[in-house]
């Protein structure tokens, strides 16, 4: 397998950019923590989520926008964020090196019983 | 008020994420139905996390920024550290001493509960507060009482802590300093040694059960088990060494003065069957009893006298007043020292305007200028704290050997972690305290009115706040040095005081014959008495010998006082032989001594003390006195003399003395020692083994005489008054410096920022004079204020101050004034220093330069 080019991601990183990729259209920092807390069980705190997404968003692997503003009163807008494609790349390669290191392990036999 | 709070804690979050973290709170706050409290906490703590996450690399820029500045203003940065080394120094000093003594809980199991319990008994002078001695003990009865009944108690022990020092065959060379404990006081104070096992009750009557420090384990027998079992010593006073206490161990006194190797094991008071005073009781309080309820109890048990403290106040009752002293004075010159520091710093940042105009003008956000001149008084801070460390540890032994023998084995060394803590914070708490007000005046600074100000402004920058500081510095360094001083004298009044004899070469001989039984007049204790006189006379350079049933100097206690409680006053009477105040070197006023047929005929003959003439016959001429009569225990005596007044120790007042022949029966004491006062010619010492001999010889059996000098037998009473004499003659110094210190600075700044001003003056045709003079008085003004205001300040505080002092009055005039000379001298040198600058401005130069 060819060397990997991109700078390694870290664990909270991947798990904000899957969680970013699954949301789609409604990922910003609320709802990725929430799904991370529901689907990992991992309870990421605020500031961790949006440290990340700004580490994330300088290292290219996201992008964000102001959503509309909130319908109530003084509601301001979200910030919105989507995957770039190299972002995609990323967490294609860490999920691609982790499963490869995996297999064979009792790692991969619990994690495929359990999903 | 709250969404105005929210909206400036938001600041905190970085432009980018502001609004959007603003949101996503809000939403989950109406979701998780939370409060505007949450929302703040969120707000802080993310905010606080994106600054850090990505601000580090600016954080390092404004650090390097700080320190380079402060390297090419090295003068400065220099004596600014210092001057706070100084403040901070003097309290790490203190700290080390004191910490354990006052605020740390002492190495026991929940020492929250112990308590000691007393009552206090005064002696010496009841008129002079400060010349009295607390001794405290418990009577037995009350002891008992408690012991019974009391409630509020776990366990209840008598104090049984007391230093022995010995050479133990077997282990070791050196003499194991010990305390005594019993094996109840170490249960009570839940002590568990860490290798061994705790004394045992039944082992008492047989040996000497021992618990060795871990730290004298360790460093004299290496850690090594082998040493524990074997018996040691003595075979008549056998040791065991039976475990190892643990780390950290201090025994529960103020009497070891030193550290201690080891606790021997001792029989505790079983508050049976004896009277009398005993020690204190020690004391666990049951689990959730109060100190108050235990107090109330104990009261109605024993008595309103009997007191209950915790023991850590217990065991230092009689000196923590001194101490807190000490803590309020050094806190006074670690704010003097943040005081100064401001100053400084201040003086720093304005003339410093012109670069942080630019970088404003260039876009540097106001947090970054803010933030680089706080990690500059930071890094002020932090070398000046460094250094006051090192010196404080490198002089620790130095200093431990002025401190009083009390608190000394209490001491630890400046790199103690929780010192190191306390210096730590305080060092950050005065770097913020002091940058703040100067960092938050370099971030208002106008960029547009400093670039033009460059080009051709004429006015003068201006030190806005500075004067209140100095003022502010002088009436506290004023405070301080006025309290300093006064304490001082005090305390060196009770160390250099004549004590009323010649205390050189002159010995307290205990001698090992005391007088037999029957009336003391007849043969044969009058014959004992003449022989030891006779003996001591012929020892070879002794100038005069007189003998005593005790003597009036070197001990405290000494002498009995019958005759005073009859007359209502407290007092003392000695027994003395012939030639005593000769050999004492005590100045006789009127009339003369004994002579040695007063002696031999038991005479009904008096001589009294000064103070003692002026308590029974107010007002009369001292020469009128030889000759009237006097009532003791029922009979007519003669007062023959009046004699100086004499100091029993350095640190009581000297006490109505009356001096009777030692033959008479009233001069007769319980204990049947006789004592010598012994003058050597001078620079001659005793020879002791001659004195036994000659003796022994001249009664036929072994008693012999063991001397000690007289001075040497004060030392102990004058440690303590010598320790807080160089402790507050220090403080008072460190003040001065420190107050002159700012008044240098702000005179510098003056001469610095005006030198256009000055060139103009001086081509004008002022004369360097006048401008010394100006920049003098420009810098002086708001020291006079600030003196002014210090005198106030001093006159009100005195009050409790007063208590503290010997002999001294705390608004004594002439001290005062004395001091408001010292420190106006000292500042006036101060500011004349920087301003004979501005009288060396080269006009020309200065006008070109511009």
Redesign the interface.
């Known amino acids: 397998m060819a060397p990997v080019q991109t700078p390694l991601l870290g664990e909270v990183e991947q798990l904000v950019l899957l969680a970013a990729l699954r949301l789609g259209d409604e990922a910003y920092a609320v709802s990725i923590r929430a799904l991370i807390l529901e689907e990992a069980g991992v309870d990421l705190s605020r500031g961790t989520i949006y440290v990340t997404l700004e580490r994330l968003e300088r290292k290219g692997y996201v992008t964000s926008w102001f959503g509309d503003p909130q319908a109530v009163r003084g509601g301001k807008a979200r910030r919105m964020c989507r995957l770039k494609p190299a972002g995609l790349a990323a967490v294609r390669t860490a999920k691609r090196g982790l499963d490869r290191l995996a297999a064979g392990t009792v790692v991969a036999k619990t994690v495929g019983k359990r999903s | 008020v709250i969404d105005g709070l929210l909206r400036w804690l938001q600041q905190l979050v970085p432009a980018n ?1 502001r ?10 706050a109406r979701v998780q139905a939370r409060g505007a409290i949450w929302i703040a906490w ?1 707000t802080i ?2 905010g ?3 600054r850090l ?2 601000s580090a690399g600016a954080l390092w820029f404004d650090l390097w920024y700080a320190a380079r500045s402060l390297t090419r203003a090295r003068w400065f940065a220099i004596g600014a550290a210092l001057t706070f080394a100084l403040g901070i120094g003097v309290n790490i000093a203190v700290f080390t001493v004191i910490d354990r003594v006052m605020f740390r809980p002492l190495p026991y199991a929940e020492p929250d509960r112990l308590v000691q319990i007393h009552s206090t008994y005064v002696v010496g002078s009841p008129s002079d507060p400060s010349g009295a001695v607390p001794q405290i003990h418990i009577a037995f009865e009350k002891a008992a009482a408690l012991n019974a009944r009391a409630q509020s108690f776990e366990s209840l022990v008598v104090a049984s802590t007391y230093p022995v020092k010995e050479t133990i065959r077997g282990l070791g060379d050196l003499p194991l300093r010990m305390v005594t404990m019993s094996p109840e006081e170490i249960a009570l104070l839940g002590i568990r040694p860490i290798a061994g096992r705790s004394f045992t009750s039944s082992q008492l009557r047989r040996e000497y059960e021992l618990l060795i420090t871990t730290e004298t384990w360790r460093a004299r027998f290496g850690g090594s088990h082998e040493i524990f079992g074997a018996r040691y010593g003595e075979a008549d006073a056998p040791y065991r060494v039976v475990g190892v206490l643990p780390p950290g161990f201090l025994p529960p006194t103020s009497a070891a003065r030193e550290r201690i190797d080891a606790v021997r094991a001792t029989a505790a008071d079983d508050l049976s069957g004896r009277g009398g005073l005993i020690q204190p009781l020690i004391a666990r309080l049951r689990p959730g009893t109060t100190l108050a309820r235990a107090r109330a109890e104990v009261a109605a048990i024993a008595g309103s006298d009997v007191q209950v403290h915790f023991l850590q106040a217990g065991l230092f009752l009689v000196f923590r007043s001194y101490l807190w002293l000490v803590v309020v004075a050094v806190a006074l010159v670690w704010l003097v020292a943040a005081v100064n520091l401001t100053i400084l710093l201040l003086a720093r940042g304005q003339s410093r305007a012109n670069e942080e105009g630019v970088r404003l003008a260039l876009g540097a956000p106001a947090g970054r200028v803010v933030r680089s001149s706080l990690f500059e008084a930071a890094l002020v801070c932090g070398t000046g704290a460094a250094a006051a460390l090192l010196v404080c540890y490198l002089a620790g032994s130095a200093m431990l050997a002025i401190v009083p023998g009390v608190v000394r084995p209490f001491a630890v060394d400046a790199f103690d972690v929780r010192l190191l803590g306390l210096t730590l914070v305080a060092t950050l708490f005065s770097a913020v305290a002091a940058g703040a007000l100067p960092a938050w005046r370099r971030a208002r600074v106008d960029p547009l009115e400093t670039l033009r100000g460059r080009i051709g402004s004429t006015s003068t920058p201006r030190l806005r706040g500075a004067a209140t500081l100095v003022m502010l510095q002088a009436a506290l360094g004023l405070v301080l040095t006025v309290g300093a001083m006064t304490t001082l004298r005090s305390f060196a009044g009770i160390v250099w005081r004549d004590p009323g004899f010649l205390a050189a070469d002159l010995y307290h001989v205990t001698v090992g014959y005391g007088y037999p039984d029957g009336p003391l007049g007849q043969p044969p204790a009058l014959s004992r008495v003449d022989t030891v006189q006779r003996v001591a006379s012929s020892w070879p350079n002794v100038q005069s010998a007189s003998v005593a049933t005790s003597l009036p100097v070197g001990l405290g206690f000494g002498g009995l006082d019958h005759f005073w409680k009859t007359v209502g006053v407290q007092g003392r009477q000695f027994g003395v032989g012939a030639g005593m105040l000769r050999t004492l070197g005590t100045p006789l006023i009127a009339g003369r001594e004994f002579t040695p047929e007063d002696i031999v005929r038991c005479e009904r003959v008096a001589v009294i003390s000064e103070r003692g003439t002026s308590v029974l016959w107010p007002g009369a001429d001292p020469q009128s006195i030889p000759g009237r009569d006097v009532t003791i225990a029922g009979g007519r005596w003669t007062v023959v003399g009046v004699a100086a007044d004499i100091r029993q120790t350095p640190v009581w007042s000297p006490q109505p003395t009356l001096y009777l022949p030692l033959t008479t029966p009233e001069a007769r004491r319980s204990s049947s020692n006789l004592y010598l006062a012994v003058r050597m010619a001078p620079g001659a010492a005793p020879d002791e083994a001659l004195w036994t001999a000659t003796l022994d010889h001249a009664f036929g059996s072994r008693g012999g005489a063991s001397a000690e000098a007289v001075a040497d037998m004060s030392l102990p009473w004058l440690q303590q008054p010598r320790f807080y004499a160089a402790l507050f003659g220090t403080l008072g110094i460190v003040a001065l410096l420190l107050t002159a210190a700012g008044v240098y600075a702000v005179a510098a700044f003056d001469v610095s920022q005006r030198r256009r001003e000055m060139g103009i003056r001086l081509t004008l045709g002022a004369t360097a004079r006048n401008l010394v003079s100006a920049v003098c008085q420009r810098s002086l003004r708001p020291l006079v204020a600030g003196v002014a205001a210090g005198l106030v300040a001093a006159w009100w505080g005195g009050q409790f101050l007063q208590s503290f002092l010997v002999e001294v009055d705390v608004h004594d005039p002439w001290m005062q004034v004395g001091v408001v000379i010292v420190l106006t001298l000292t500042a006036v040198v101060a500011a004349w220093l920087p301003a004979l600058r501005a009288g060396r401005v080269n006009p020309s130069e200065t006008l070109r330069s511009s």
């Open positions: 994420w609004a959007a973290i603003a949101q996503d709170l809000d939403d989950e969120q703590q993310i606080t996390k994106l996450a990505f």
